[in-house]
């Protein structure tokens, strides 16, 4: 349900724009994760509202269709720039030129005004997003998901800082964009303090989540379709592989765990679901081995990524959800955790104290030593874990996507209406000129 006020919308078609992963891709491996999220749900509640979305992304297989409807007034068109496999996220840049060149060639058959506004997720997309937004005379919106200068300050040993050339191009898009949103106080000030944003342009609109799909369930009922043990301790990993997420840290605290407590590897199981992404893919089976070189190779499971509704099982079924990620924008597979009544030990950075509020346990620093703590502190808690849960629920009832809609839409509706008030203040200026006697309307 709408939590503002309905108004007549001066936004009638958005072109949301996402390069580098599309919002049909399963979130959990490669580059597919929240952002891939967020795209899709905040457009299919746009649509809901009357507002058209085209969402364009670039081509990755032969067999995806040029347009796909995915739901009442969304679009998801494929751009080709570049071959269809075998590019990184990193080898992108290169071919910015050629998807901004097939979303041009593909509106030019467009009226003029066809889009009020152009939405671009990533900085990728915000380099693209600045050209369309440019050429079509539109505002654009930005949102940053991760910024390069926050990943580099927290990066995992031996992990790859993110290049130069990023931090550049994340600067002009911050420069470029009419207005940004940020998903949480903390972006917003480390927009302000790293990128010089300018404090009136950020706005800040936290994600949400599908109230209807993660929501409690009986844990008994979930294990016995999941083939888990009803006695199980069950520690979940949801995410993408790589060090930037910490999934290291999660399994160096399980193997400390049963180090204190031997008699615990019997019935303890830690899942990690998700699939190698980032630097991950450098070494896909490191987390394997390390299962391995830790001696907990019996009680790891790693569980490839799955559909929302399974994955929404996998949270009703577990004992504690563990988010130890080095940096995160918000953290939204908490909160998805957390609207299916799981208990959530996170990192205290990033997005994630926002995310998991104060009905979760927030962790100082990644020492396996002292997540092993934490944990066993919720394993060994169960009546206490009970009462977080059900604070945890109440918790994410309060982070539904209308809600994240409809301060969206105020965003589209202000960008909308600075940019009119723009034109109208260069169009006086211009009559202005013109009523000039000619010798005083000649600038120096």
């Known amino acids: ?106 509106v030019a058959i467009s009226p003029e005004g066809h889009y009020d506004l152009v939405h671009s997720h990533y900085w990728l997309s915000g380099q693209v997003g600045w050209l369309a937004a440019d050429r079509w005379n539109v505002p654009l919106v930005h ?21 130069p050339g990023r931090e550049i191009g994340e600067e002009q898009v911050v420069r470029a964009a009419s207005l940004l949103v940020a998903n949480t106080e ?29 929501a409690p369930g009986d844990r008994g009922t979930a294990r016995e379709a999941l083939e888990l043990p009803q006695d199980a301790e069950l520690v979940l990993f949801v995410g993408r592989i790589q060090a930037l997420k910490g999934p290291d840290v999660l399994l160096k605290a399980a193997a400390e765990m049963v180090r204190r407590d031997p008699q615990r590897r019997r019935r303890l199981i830690v899942a990690v679901i998700g699939g190698p992404s980032g630097s991950g893919l450098d070494k896909p089976r490191a987390l394997q081995a390390l299962a391995r070189e830790l001696g907990i190779a019996d009680i790891v499971q ?32 908490a909160l998805e955790a957390q609207a299916c009544g799981a208990t959530v030990v996170a ?22 030593a002292v997540w092993a703590e934490q944990l066993l502190s919720v394993l060994d808690a169960p009546d206490e874990r009970d009462e977080v849960a059900r604070k945890a629920v109440e918790h994410a009832q309060r982070y539904g996507w209308e809600r994240t809609t409809d301060e969206l839409l105020a965003v589209y509706e202000r960008a909308c209406r600075d940019a009119r008030t723009d034109i109208s203040a260069q169009d006086e ?10 010798a005083e309307a000649v600038i120096p």
């Open 302 to 333: 790693f569980v490839p990524p799955v559909p929302r509704q399974e994955l929404a099982r996998w949270f009703r079924a577990s004992d504690a959800v563990a988010v130890p990620s080095r940096s995160e924008s918000f953290g939204l597979v």
């Open 1 to 106: 349900m709408s939590l503002l006020p309905e108004i007549p919308s001066a936004v009638r078609r958005v072109a949301m724009i996402s390069v580098h992963t599309s919002p049909l891709e399963q979130p959990g491996t490669g580059d597919a994760g929240g952002m891939n999220v967020y795209v899709l749900e905040t457009a299919r509640r746009l649509g809901e509202r009357g507002v058209e979305v085209e969402i364009f992304t670039r081509r990755t297989s032969a067999a995806s269709a040029e347009v796909v409807p995915v739901a009442p007034g969304v679009l998801v068109r494929h751009i080709d720039a570049g071959p269809y496999e075998g590019l990184s996220k990193d080898d992108l840049p290169g071919q910015l030129c050629a998807f901004a060149a097939g979303v041009m060639r593909l």
């Open 143 to 163: 949102t940053m998901h991760t910024m390069a200068k926050v990943k580099n300050r927290s990066l995992a040993q031996g992990d790859r800082p993110e290049p």
């Open 429 to 438: 200026g211009s009559a202005r000129l013109l009523e000039l006697p000619l």
């Open 347 to 368: 990192a205290d950075v990033g997005g994630l104290p926002r995310a998991v509020g104060a009905a979760g346990v927030l962790v100082q620093g990644h020492d396996p």
């Open 186 to 214: 903390i972006e917003a000030r480390e927009l302000v303090e790293l990128y010089d944003a300018d404090p009136a342009r950020v706005r800040v609109v936290p994600p949400g989540v599908d109230l209807v799909t993660f």
